[in-house]
Nanobody, 126 residues
Framework: QVQLVESGGGSVQAGGSLSLSCAAS????????MGWFRQAPGKEREGVAV????????YYADSVKGRFTISQDNAKNTVILQMNSLKPEDTAMYYC???????????????????WGQGTQVTVSL
């Protein structure tokens, strides 16, 4: 059974930083596409960042490019989202996601994710 467990959310002032972690279990971590998504109240879920674990290739939404960094820790089957220079508009529930299929096909898109975590709240205040 695949489980994705997020941690690291919280409240921070604008300009601050947070680091989110996603620990995967029951899932072959190697050569997979994993990502972070977010959903703010009243808004649709949107993709934030994607990583292909086979080569640490990364892809970001324009809204977070240059501020967020996605990375992987192979020893811990964990994907990390480092968020710097946070803005109030980054406030949302953040979800970790993973694709069921192995491989890098269409790796740099926010589609095709079949496994989801429960989410962790990030709140950025002025």
């Amino acid at each position: 059974q695949v489980q994705l467990v997020e941690s690291g959310g919280g409240s921070v002032q604008a300009g601050g930083s947070l680091s989110l972690s996603c620990a995967a279990s029951g899932y072959t971590f190697r050569n997979r596409v994993m990502g972070w998504f977010r959903q703010a109240p009243g808004k649709e879920r949107e993709g934030v960042a994607v990583i292909y674990t086979g080569g640490s290739w990364t892809y970001y939404a324009d809204s977070v490019k240059g501020r967020f960094t996605i990375s992987q820790d192979n020893a811990k089957n964990t994907v990390i989202l480092q968020m710097n220079s946070l803005k109030p508009e980054d406030t949302a529930m953040y979800y970790c996601a993973a694709r069921a299929a192995a491989g890098s096909m269409d790796w740099d898109t926010f589609s095709g994710f079949g496994y989801w975590g429960q989410g962790t709240q990030v709140t950025v205040s002025l």
